[in-house]
């Protein structure tokens, strides 16, 4: 699996330079959700896609940017489903966004998912590896990514990350936020939700939450490229990962861009939206 996050470095380095540089603009373009492509989503896209149609051991690959799957190997190993560029929208911001892979053997469920990477683009590039634990890389001066630590969870936090419009939260989910809030807890959404969820993990935990909601009944992030990656990430990091009352990792979509409600926090926190949705 080395192959698979050494041409994930490469392409981190490629697309940080996109970032800083390229042109931030709309494509004529829609996605398989939807949403019109930024002309970055579409680069980020490419640039992946040729870096791992140079790794063997990866079968097949699903993009966020894309409707189908797009086999690279027959006798490979390795289903990868990717988000290029989760929250580009916030580079004309300048507010830092992250790439997202979930590196799956078998099928897209979430018990088969056996690794999870992303990419923070912010003031500096890191990247971390969830395997049986979670590493945290910097990218120096060499371009190289350089091991700085393991990342834990502590078994409660201080943050709380509240995603989704508010008028459209259920009224149980407005008043566990609230009480969340009134135990003191401080709030930190940025609307990309790998550097928001990239923080909880650094600052020690917290809530990150995007619930369904009237508007989104089934949630707005979507389960292969950005839910159950995180997921897995969060279960190693010592927290947990629910969509209320399931496990998030249990899931097994019916369709490659399907989405789930999602939360991801410190274990104290999940039991606590565990009280509210159980
Ligand atoms: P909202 C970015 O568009 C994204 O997919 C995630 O990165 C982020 O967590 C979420 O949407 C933000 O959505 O509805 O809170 O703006």
Aim: with cysteine; net charge neutral.
């Amino acid at each position: 699996m080395n192959e698979i996050f050494e041409a994930i470095k490469t392409s981190a380095i490629r697309i940080k330079e996109a970032i800083e540089f390229d042109d931030t603009g709309y494509s004529k373009n829609q996605n398989a959700t939807g949403d019109t492509q930024l002309k970055l989503d579409i680069k980020s896209d490419i640039i992946i896609e040729a870096e791992f149609k140079k790794v063997d051991s990866i079968k097949e690959i699903i993009s966020e940017e894309k409707e189908d799957k797009t086999p690279l190997n027959k006798h490979g190993k390795w289903l990868i489903g990717y988000d290029p560029l989760d929250g580009s929208s916030l580079v004309d911001v300048n507010l830092s966004v992250g790439s997202i892979f979930g590196i799956y053997e078998g099928d897209y469920s979430g018990k088969n998912l056996k690794a999870s990477v992303y990419v923070v683009y912010g003031p500096r590039v890191e990247l971390v590896i969830a395997t049986d634990c979670v590493k945290m890389y910097r990218l120096n001066k060499q371009n190289e990514f350089v091991f700085i630590k393991e990342i834990k969870l502590n078994e409660k936090g201080k943050l709380n990350a509240p995603g989704g419009t508010q008028k459209n939260w259920e009224a149980k989910h407005k008043e566990m936020i609230d009480s969340i809030f009134k135990d003191g807890y401080r709030l930190r959404y940025s609307g990309g939700m790998v550097p928001d969820l990239h923080q909880i993990l650094l600052k020690g935990g917290g809530l990150f939450s995007y619930p369904a909601t009237s508007d989104v009944p089934k949630g707005k992030l979507r389960m292969i490229f950005e839910v159950f990656p995180f997921a897995f990430v969060y279960e190693k990091a010592g927290g947990g990962a629910i969509d209320g009352k399931n496990r998030l990792l249990d899931l097994t979509p019916s369709h490659p861009h399907d989405t789930s409600p999602c939360f991801f926090g410190s274990n104290q926190e999940i039991e606590r939206v565990k009280r509210v949705y159980g």
